[in-house]
Structures are given as structure tokens and as C-alpha cells.
């Protein structure tokens, strides 16, 4: 009897102990999922690392790589050819490829070649030559690549160095930032668009630019002033942005070109897409990096223009700004931020149907088209190509944030495979020149490994943004949301306030964007909010007596009425 006792309590006790290790096992080792993200984040280091250490190769210290020939272009031939000290005089280059490649290098984990970059940057790059370089692109490309790397390589808790970093990509970056600055000295303080880095604006230089050219500079140059203590980089580009808000029209609306001498306009259409797309983006990034309020409203009245008068279904047009009538129907490449944008405004349910479209059209051709017509559903006769741009693989990162739905992760995946099946070659990352043939063209652009690498690593693991609040510049350099950049905390985040703005919403209908608050959180009578602009009828059955009776429509953020059959409707557009 004993030894039975004996002999049960030991199965139990052996059953119980290897139970216990095989739970314990199981915990331990890595489900389905979280293997598929493993296995996802490492095939897209390894395509970072065949685009970088092939330009490390073939390229550096030019600035691009040719990856079918495996030669270089100094690209920055439109950048203004910016050089490098200790190198032969006739060479032209300026590392652009490395520089954009910083940020990406230590999000990867790879501490040791970002010191080893920045050190080489440190001892070698010079701005003092005679180079007529784009305002804009120089901006995002390598002034903010320089202030990122220069805000990671000095954050202590990143271990970075050892002792042995002095501040030298901020004394890079404020050189450049001083040698932007004549380009604001305009009648209007709206920036030429070129400048020579030596001898500041050029004799008979064109006075033409675009939206996106002088209103997408407030975070490089803003950040520059905030880490030197010098107001004039963040004063200059704010300058900027404030007069051309107030070239807008009556309906909030931006053409796409306009002369920095006249403040006058010189084209009337424009969309979300190329010329003034970072425009909106750094109103409302903008503002969170700084806590600006006039950036917030100048996005919030932004925004709901862009609802109202491009947007049709999923699809967004451009149209004029004067009168809100389409002008293009067409898709382009750059468009497909937008919902990366809208997840900010917490309009996720908008940012979603539109990220959907954008990806059933990568799923036809395979990529993303530079130009796609949506009213003759066809290519662009010209615009085939696909330069290995970032913004669809930005706006899933965004989304998967937002919603954890596991499908954006298929996403990911299939743009994952589409690159690597049809631009990998021997020598790097190649461009698409014509999607319908997959015809292949020389060149790997330093944004696929400083943006579209990035955003598709930081899908399948976020491990970096764990630390800290970063927003991602329009180049995908990150910068760190500090409490002590801020103007002011706005009083819609502080928590004793949210009993106080739910009952003024309920008495004075207030959309969610007004209230800076997700619509998630933003409950109406127990009404659903479909959107950040969306303020529900009066009544579930859309009954009215008056105007005062209806909300405003969820899609097209227009007002709507009371019809004279006492309905509340979209009646002024029927």
C-alpha cells in the first residue's frame, strides 16, 4: 500500500516537474508570430546591409550608388556637390548614402558602425565650397540626418562613444544651417529654392519654388536653434511657413508653386502628393516636436480642406485651390504617406481605406507606380517608374502601430518580397524605370536605406521606439519628442481637464481633431465617431428642425443641413 502511495505521489510529482518545463519551454520559445517577425526584421537588416555594404564598396564616399554598373553618381548634383576634406581636389562627393544611412545603422543595432560613420563624418565633411545646392532637399537629407545622428550619438542612455563624441555633427549642422540662411533674405522671407553654400544667392537665380519647398523646414531648423541656442534657423523657417499660411484661399487650400520675391501663386492645383505633401506633414509633426499651437490650427483647418475638396472615396485628387474643383485624377507615389499622416490624427479608420487602395495597386503591378491615372485606371505614358521609395512601407509602419492588426504585417511582407524579387541584383537595391516591364535603372537612392529599410525593420520590431517618443522627419530621421522643447503642454492632454471637455462637447458638438483627442475616445450621446472631423446628427433617426440639428459628415468633413423635408443631409451638394 505504501509503495503504491509512493509510486503515484512520485508520477504525480514527475508529471507535475516536467509539465512545469515544458510550460516554461513553451514561454520561452518564440510563437508562430513572434518567429515571423523575427524571421521578417532579419530579411530586412540583410537587405540593408547588401544596399549598404555595396555602397560602401563601389560608392564611398560618393554620394549614391550604381548598383547594376557598381560605380557611383554624386548625385547631389541637384544638392550641390558638397565635398570632403583630405580627398582629391577634382572629387565632388559628399557621403550622402552614409549620412542618410545613421539613424538606420544603430535602430539595427549595428552601434559600432554608427560611431565609426560619424567619427569619419566628424574629421572629413565640409560645407565650405562653391556648390548651388536645393534649399529643401539639403534640409531633410542632410541637415536632418546630421541633427538625428548628432541627438542619438549624444543621448547617454544609448551608451554611445564613451567619452569620445565632442558634439561634432552639431558644429557640421549649425555650419550648414548659417549657410541656409541668406536664401530667407526675400521681400516676402519665403527661401529661394537654390543657394551656393560659399557666396549665398546666386546672380539671376530663379525666385520660383514650391509649397513643400518653403514649408517643410520648421524641424531641421527648428531643432538646429532648440540644440544651439541660436532663435534665427527656427525663426527663419517659422517666418517662412507663417507667410505662406497666409497665402492661402478662402477654402484653405495651397496651390503647388508659387515666387518667393511676389508671394504670388504660379500653379493654382495641387493634391497631398508631390510639391506640397511634407507641407502638411510638418504642420502637425511640428507641432508635436515643439508643442507649437499655430501649427495645430493651421493643420487642423489644413486637414479638413484636404477632406472636403480632394478626397473622393479612398482616393485623393488634386483640384484648384481657388474654386475646390478637380483638376487631376491621378495617383501618385508620394501620396501614399498620407495614411501614415491621418494615424497621427488618429483618423485610422480614413488612413486605413485609403492604404488599402494604395496597396492593391502594389499587388498589380508588384510596386508602386510613380503615376497612375484613376480616371482611365492606367499607367502614367511617362511616369512608369519606381525609384524604391519609402512612403507606402511608412504608412503600414504607422497603422500596425495604431491597430496591432496583423494583416499590415502582410503587408510589410509582400513589399518585402516584391523588393527583393524585382530590384535585388548583384551590386545592390535597383530602381524600377518602367513597372509594367520591370525594366531595371542604375541607381540605389540613399532614401532606401535611410526610410524604406527603416520603416519596414521597425514594423517587425519597434524595439527602438521603446525608450522614447520619436517623430520621423519627411526623410525618416528620428527625432526625440523632449518635454523641454515644448512651448506648452495644451490643456486638452491634461487629465483633470477630460471630465470638463467631455461635458463642452456633448453642449457644443466638437469634433474630435478640435478636441485633440482620438476618436476612439471621444464619446457622443453613444454615438460611434467614424472620423477625427465627424460630429453625429442630433438624433440617431437624422430627424431635424434646423441647420443646428445636423453634425458634420464623416468622409467629407462638410457641414451637413436640414432639409425642408426635416432630414439631415449633404442636400448642397445633390
Same mark, same amino acid.
Given at each position: 500500500m505504501f509503495r503504491r502511495q509512493f509510486s503515484t505521489w512520485t508520477f504525480l510529482l514527475l508529471f507535475l516537474f516536467f509539465f512545469t518545463l515544458f510550460t516554461s519551454s513553451m514561454s520561452q520559445s518564440?510563437?508562430?508570430?513572434? +518567429?515571423? @517577425?523575427?524571421?521578417?526584421?532579419d530579411k530586412v537588416r540583410n537587405m540593408f546591409y547588401h544596399a549598404y555594404d555595396n555602397y560602401m564598396t563601389y560608392a564611398f564616399p560618393h554620394d549614391e550608388l550604381k548598383p547594376l554598373s557598381k560605380t557611383f553618381t554624386n548625385s547631389l548634383s541637384e544638392l550641390g556637390n558638397l565635398k570632403l576634406e583630405h580627398l582629391p581636389q577634382d572629387y565632388n562627393g559628399s557621403a550622402l548614402t552614409l549620412i542618410e544611412s545613421l539613424s538606420s545603422l544603430l535602430i539595427m543595432g549595428n552601434n559600432t558602425e554608427f560611431e565609426r560613420a560619424v567619427l569619419w563624418l566628424s574629421e572629413n565633411l565640409t560645407f565650405d565650397v562653391d556648390a548651388r545646392i536645393n534649399l529643401f532637399e539639403c534640409n531633410i537629407r542632410v541637415l536632418g540626418g546630421l541633427v538625428s545622428a548628432h541627438l542619438l550619438a549624444s543621448d547617454s542612455s544609448k551608451g554611445?562613444?564613451?567619452? +569620445?563624441? @565632442?558634439?561634432?555633427?552639431?558644429?557640421?549642422?549649425?555650419?550648414?544651417?548659417?549657410r541656409f540662411l541668406p536664401a530667407f533674405n526675400t521681400p516676402t522671407g519665403l527661401p529661394y529654392a537654390w543657394i551656393n553654400l560659399k557666396s549665398g544667392v546666386m546672380e539671376n537665380e530663379t525666385t520660383e519654388t514650391s509649397t513643400s519647398g518653403c514649408g517643410s523646414l520648421i524641424l531641421e531648423m527648428g531643432a538646429l536653434s532648440k540644440l544651439t541656442g541660436d532663435p534665427r534657423y527656427e525663426l527663419a523657417a517659422l517666418r517662412a511657413l507663417h507667410k505662406l499660411w497666409s497665402m492661402r484661399s478662402s477654402l484653405n487650400l495651397f496651390g503647388t508653386t508659387l515666387d518667393v520675391a511676389t508671394g504670388e501663386w504660379i500653379e493654382f492645383s495641387s493634391g497631398i502628393g508631390a510639391g506640397v505633401d511634407s507641407f502638411y506633414e510638418y504642420l502637425l509633426k511640428g507641432h508635436i516636436l515643439f508643442g507649437n499651437e499655430d501649427l495645430w490650427r493651421m493643420f487642423h483647418s489644413a486637414y479638413l480642406a484636404v477632406q472636403k475638396y480632394f478626397r473622393y472615396g479612398p482616393w485623393y485628387h488634386e483640384a484648384d485651390m481657388r474654386t475646390g474643383r478637380a483638376t487631376y485624377w491621378q495617383l501618385t507615389s508620394l501620396q501614399a504617406f498620407?495614411?501614415?499622416l491621418q494615424v497621427l490624427t488618429g483618423d485610422v479608420i480614413a488612413a486605413n481605406s485609403s492604404h488599402r487602395e494604395f496597396f492593391h495597386v502594389w499587388q498589380r503591378f508588384g510596386v508602386l507606380p510613380e503615376r497612375y491615372l484613376l480616371d482611365h485606371q492606367m499607367l502614367h505614358p511617362t511616369e512608369k517608374y519606381y525609384p524604391l521609395r519609402p512612403e507606402l512601407a511608412e504608412s503600414t509602419f504607422y497603422l500596425y502601430q495604431a491597430t496591432k492588426d496583423p494583416w499590415y504585417l502582410d503587408v510589410g511582407e509582400s513589399i518585402i518580397n516584391s523588393l527583393n524579387s524585382y530590384t535585388k541584383v548583384k551590386g545592390g537595391f535597383a530602381s524600377i524605370k518602367d513597372v509594367s516591364t520591370m525594366q531595371l535603372e542604375d541607381h540605389q537612392h540613399s532614401f532606401f536605406l535611410a526610410e524604406t529599410c527603416k520603416y519596414l525593420y521597425l514594423l517587425f520590431d519597434d524595439s527602438f521606439l521603446l525608450e522614447r517618443n520619436y517623430i520621423f522627419t519627411t526623410e525618416g530621421h528620428p527625432l526625440p519628442v523632449l518635454s523641454t522643447w515644448h512651448e506648452r503642454l495644451p490643456e486638452t492632454y491634461i487629465p483633470t481637464n477630460w471630465t470638463f471637455m467631455k461635458r463642452q462637447q456633448e453642449a457644443n458638438r466638437i469634433s474630435s481633431m478640435s478636441l485633440q483627442v482620438c476618436p476612439a475616445m471621444n464619446l457622443i450621446s453613444g454615438h460611434h465617431i467614424k472620423s477625427v472631423c465627424h460630429i453625429p446628427d442630433s438624433r440617431s433617426d437624422f430627424r431635424c428642425m434646423t441647420d443646428e440639428d445636423c453634425g458634420v459628415d464623416s468622409t467629407t468633413c462638410r457641414r451637413r443641413s436640414c432639409s425642408t423635408a426635416g432630414y439631415c443631409g449633404l442636400w448642397l451638394l445633390i
Open positions: 518564440q510563437s508562430p508570430f513572434d +518567429a515571423k @517577425k523575427k524571421r521578417m526584421r554611445l562613444f564613451q567619452g +569620445a563624441y @565632442k558634439n561634432q555633427l552639431l558644429v557640421l549642422a549649425e555650419d550648414l544651417g548659417k498620407w495614411p501614415g
